[in-house]
């Protein structure tokens, strides 16, 4: 995925971006980069690769050389940003989260225009961020060209642009990802994460809508375009990706988990008779399984802990067989919590099932008796196509498929039966929900359910985007 985050002040700006950027740490691990303007000396940018060293350390020299009142930061999963931009809309500075499924349309379409051509790529590909800054170029003006950009792009995109006068901030059309404005008295931010400006002085402002543009200055907020009134944001922010003290349209991370975590055990039934034990796997699942124990009354534990000060993240490296030993490698076990015990495990979610699957044994070598295990969202049967949660390249790499496939005898199901295994009332559903408990080694399983997830947000079903889950764009 990404974060982003730019600060408007009328002193210096510089350490605000840095630690303001710096809090988007859990949402990208591969490049880094800040971007400050200076009326007098124009634009300073600084970019490092951060896949083997923290944000802090590698820009700890940036930061003390850089000077300005206003600037853009942004930590990504993908490509080096933010890029610097010249244009008949003069010098710009931009950095983008989401993802172009029309990537190739838009390339093709833009090239075929006299005089364009593309300067940066990212691993043999064109940089896509240039892409949005290429596709706003087509247009007379800035604003004109950010609303044609959010119009064309088949996907999701939020946006921010560093100019002299300003910093244009761009929601994605529908929302699927957050964009929020904080306000002191030197001036304004704007962070994907709302928690990352609180203890740099900020206090909320206000929550972009759905494709909403404005422009932030040391002295206020414009709005150039109104939100628009269909809204799909990505549950699973709430379920995995978000910080715990963040929140997003109002609603807490954690207060949803928790949340989640009740309803969960209130359809699943399991007391203290049955398991010893809930554990969250660390650090997302944690939340889930303290509203599950306090649900069920079945007492809650830490089997096993992260070990976090060198390795905050679980998927790190772009390999997955590496990022699956660091996983492993993180978790250190506490024998005495695990030895003959019977524990209910509540993990954020299966994908691939590799890690969970490594947790489970690992759990069984420690001496566990059971291990049961009960997801925080239904089974994802979609790979993402908004906002890069996931790696996978292949739907056949999500363990729910592999599964499906096995029992229908081909990789090839028919839409209409994909839609009978997102229903947890279906045979279909309990035999791949058994298919994938065998397959891991579980004890039992049970995912939540669609509909109970949902009713933790407290939002609308229609205004969440459920698609990894049941299709639905």
Not at 56 to 76: A, L
Not at 340 to 368: C, K, P
Not at 433 to 457: H, K, P, V, W, Y
């Amino acid at each position: 995925m990404g974060g982003f985050f730019a600060s408007a002040q009328t002193e210096d700006c510089v350490f605000d971006l840095f630690f303001g950027t710096d809090y988007h740490s859990h949402l990208g691990t591969r490049r880094a980069g800040m971007v400050v303007y200076d009326e007098k000396d124009g634009f300073n940018r600084a970019i490092h690769n951060i896949e083997n060293s923290p944000f802090r350390t590698k820009f700890e020299r940036d930061v003390n050389e850089m000077h300005g009142c206003m600037g853009i930061g942004s930590i990504s999963d993908y490509e080096p940003q933010p890029l610097l931009i010249r244009s008949h809309h003069g010098a710009y500075a931009i950095t983008t989260v989401g993802r172009i499924n029309n990537k190739d349309a838009l390339i093709d379409k833009i090239l075929n225009q006299k005089n364009i051509h593309f300067m940066e790529m990212s691993g043999g590909e064109i940089n896509s961020t240039e892409l949005v800054a290429a596709l706003i170029n087509t247009k007379d003006n800035l604003i004109e060209g950010i609303r044609y950009a959010q119009e064309v792009i088949e996907g999701s995109m939020s946006f921010m642009l560093l100019t002299a006068k300003g910093i244009y901030c761009a929601r994605d059309k529908v929302g699927r990802t957050p964009l929020v404005i904080g306000k002191k008295e030197t001036g304004y931010c704007a962070s994907l994460e709302s928690f990352a400006y609180l203890n740099l002085g900020y206090t909320d402002y206000k929550e972009l809508g759905p494709g909403e543009v404005c422009v932030i200055t040391a002295d206020g907020v414009t709005t150039l375009a109104a939100p628009g009134k269909k809204m799909r944001i990505c549950t699973f922010l709430w379920v995995y990706y978000g910080y715990p003290t963040s929140s997003y349209e109002g609603v807490s991370v954690e207060g949803m988990r928790v949340r989640c975590g009740k309803l969960l055990a209130k359809r699943d039934g399991m007391t203290k008779n049955e398991v010893d034990a809930v554990a969250g796997v660390p650090d997302s699942g944690t939340a889930h399984a303290v509203g599950y124990a306090n649900e069920s009354g079945v007492p809650f534990s830490r089997p096993f802990i992260k070990y976090t000060p060198t390795w905050p993240r679980s998927f790190m490296p772009t390999m997955q067989s590496k990022r699956d030993l660091i996983a492993k490698m993180k978790l250190i076990p506490v024998k005495e919590l695990i030895e003959n015990r019977r524990l209910l495990l509540i993990d954020d979610s299966i994908v691939r099932g590799t890690q969970l699957r490594e947790t489970t044994e690992f759990l069984y070598r420690s001496g566990a008796k059971e291990v049961h295990v009960r997801p925080a969202c239904p089974p994802i049967l979609f790979g993402c196509k908004f906002i890069n949660f996931s790696r996978s390249t292949s739907e056949m790499e999500l363990i729910a498929r592999r599964v499906i496939a096995k029992l229908e005898g081909t990789t090839d199901v028919p839409p209409e039966i994909i839609a009978e295994y997102t229903n947890p009332d279906s045979e279909r559903y309990k035999a791949m929900q058994q298919g994938i408990c065998e397959d891991m080694g579980f004890t039992s399983l049970r995912f939540n359910r669609l509909d109970d997830m949902c009713e933790a947000t407290g939002i609308p079903r229609e205004n969440l985007c459920t698609y990894c889950w049941d299709g639905r764009e």
